[in-house]
């Protein structure tokens, strides 16, 4: 028994794959992102989950990450979207992955080794982190076309201000970009075969706008992007899409103990009592990734109702009211996120009460806390001709 665990339901990570499948149809690959350990949700459960339900690709941020799937027996491709050190280049070759390139430095290595590598380059069209604008990227398409044993598989870009708005035109005009540079290298005799744009916010909103490929974040894991894209959806009439939401996270009461009125709780004395109080103490803390900011703001879900936080989140422990719970015990389980009897906690909720957003609360959630597939009675996959194995 742990006091500190994630369940992590399989049958709702499933069917998030399906409802995009049908959403983008049989002809576009779908690659969901595992990287940072699948969002929270464990890398090598959410990664079969994901390919079992008719996932194609799976986006990966390192080198580690391609080893720990592969030493799982995951043989799909693999997108390594983050930089790859030039001393790990060998290793990621020889694994199979395909690599996003934008650095002359990376792409003379992988010629001077003479290993086969199916490289997508990516483009600069507004978000200023990895790419290039389109003439170096010309020129670096050259360099990889004169090299044999490489292949540029894909170009792609990212999108910088789909999410957090329902006003699109800084995002159409990075479309636009992409477009063009699509053009560019294609009239320059580089065939493009794969091309990527689209992330979970553009997948529900822009159905004309997939190409050949999704890379699918956030909402393979039930959540939506922001609540701006759920507008956006309900605007453009997919609001009642359904996202199932796989992550919960799980204490137990540690101990319940009686504090008087007037008594200070926790570091700091940030909380006082004003009536006498039953508090439970919960083995949780900010170690764990229970944010700190919760203090004093946050609730958990004990007995089916709401218990608040009182008192500054301390590195390992977090204490909470339980004055209007009946019959709190020791080892009474607890709901930090998800759902116990008729409540909920969602990972929206903690994001703003922490002043942050759904992805980084289930990301932050410590590594070293356990996650236990579970199964949530999902329905089985459709019998939908657009279902298909995984492509090479």
């Known amino acids: 028994m742990d006091p500190v665990w994630c369940e992590v339901d399989i049958d709702a990570l499933a069917d998030n794959i399906r409802t995009f499948r049908r959403l983008v149809g049989p002809d576009v690959r779908l690659a969901p992102a595992v990287k940072g350990n699948a969002y929270g949700h464990g890398l090598v459960p959410a990664a079969r989950a994901f390919l ?9 941020h390192g080198v580690d990450e391609v080893r720990a799937l592969r030493d799982a027996g995951v043989d799909a491709p693999l997108y390594l ?11 990621v070759a020889a694994l199979g992955a395909r690599m996003v390139v934008y650095n002359r430095e990376t792409v003379d290595r ?11 380059l990516k483009i600069e069209t507004g978000n200023h982190r990895q790419g290039l604008p389109l003439p170096e990227a010309l020129a670096l398409a050259e360099r990889i076309a004169a090299a044999p044993h490489l292949e540029l598989e894909g ?19 990075q479309l636009a970009a992409f477009e063009q540079a699509v053009e560019a ?13 689209s992330n979970s ?15 699918l974040g956030i909402s393979a894991y039930g959540l939506w992007p922001s609540k701006e894209t759920k507008v956006a959806a309900t605007l453009a009439g997919r609001g009642d899409l359904r996202l199932r939401p796989a992550l919960a996270w799980k204490t137990r009461v540690a101990q319940v103990k009686a504090v008087p009125e007037g008594a200070f709780v926790g570091y700091g004395c940030s909380f006082m009592t004003t009536h006498p109080t039953r508090l439970a103490i919960l083995p949780v803390g900010y170690y764990d990734g229970y944010d700190r900011k919760l203090s004093n703001i946050a609730h958990v879900l004990v007995r089916g109702r709401r218990a608040p936080v009182r008192g500054r989140v301390c590195m390992n422990l977090i204490m909470v009211d339980v004055t209007d719970v009946p019959d709190v015990a020791l080892e009474d389980e607890v709901v930090l996120l998800g759902r116990q009897g008729d409540d909920v906690v969602t990972a929206e909720m903690l994001g703003d009460w922490a002043g942050t957003i759904n992805y980084e609360v289930v990301t932050r959630v410590g590594g070293h806390v356990p ?17 298909r194995p995984p492509r090479p």
């Not at 979207?81 to 290793?91: C, E, F, K, S, T």
């Not at 992988?110 to 997508?120: E, Q």
């Not at 910088?160 to 005009?173: G, K, L, Q, S, V």
């Open 155 to 173: 170009v792609a870009s990212h999108f910088a201000n789909i999410e957090d708005t329902t006003d699109h035109r800084y995002a159409r005009a």
């Open 52 to 60: 079992t339900a008719g996932a194609d690709w799976l986006c990966v």
């Open 81 to 91: 979207v983050g930089p790859v050190l030039l001393h790990d280049l060998p290793a």
């Open 185 to 197: 290298l294609r009239a320059a005799g580089h065939p493009v075969p794969i091309r990527h744009l």
């Open 201 to 215: 916010a553009a997948a529900l909103l822009w159905p004309d706008q997939r190409f050949e490929m999704v890379r």
């Open 371 to 387: 996650r236990r597939p579970v199964h949530g009675g999902a329905a089985p996959p459709d019998d939908d001709p657009g279902y």
């Open 110 to 120: 992988l010629v001077a080794l003479d290993v086969p590598a199916r490289l997508h």
